[in-house]
C-alpha cells in the first residue's frame, strides 16, 4: 500500500526530456497577431460585461432586501 517502484524505466534521463520537450514545442502553432489581438478583447468584454451583470444584479438584490427589512 502506497509503495512505489524505483525501474530504470519509470524515469527517463535528462537529456532526453529536453529532446521530447524541445520536439512538442515545435508542434506549437502560435496564434498571428490579428487573432491574439480579436481573442484578448472578446475576453475583456466579456469579463466586463459579465462584471457589470453580477453588479446590477447585487443591486437589485441588496434593494429587494432592503424593501423587505
Known sequence: ?????NTTTDKAPKKSRFKGL?????????PDKES?????????????ALGIF????D???NLGISQIM
Open 36 to 48: 491574439l489581438t480579436k481573442q484578448s478583447v472578446a475576453v475583456v468584454l466579456v469579463t466586463l
Open 54 to 57: 453580477i453588479y446590477v444584479l
Open 1 to 5: 500500500m502506497g509503495e512505489t517502484s
Open 22 to 30: 524541445k520536439s512538442e514545442f515545435k508542434k506549437i502553432i502560435w
Open 59 to 61: 443591486f437589485v438584490i
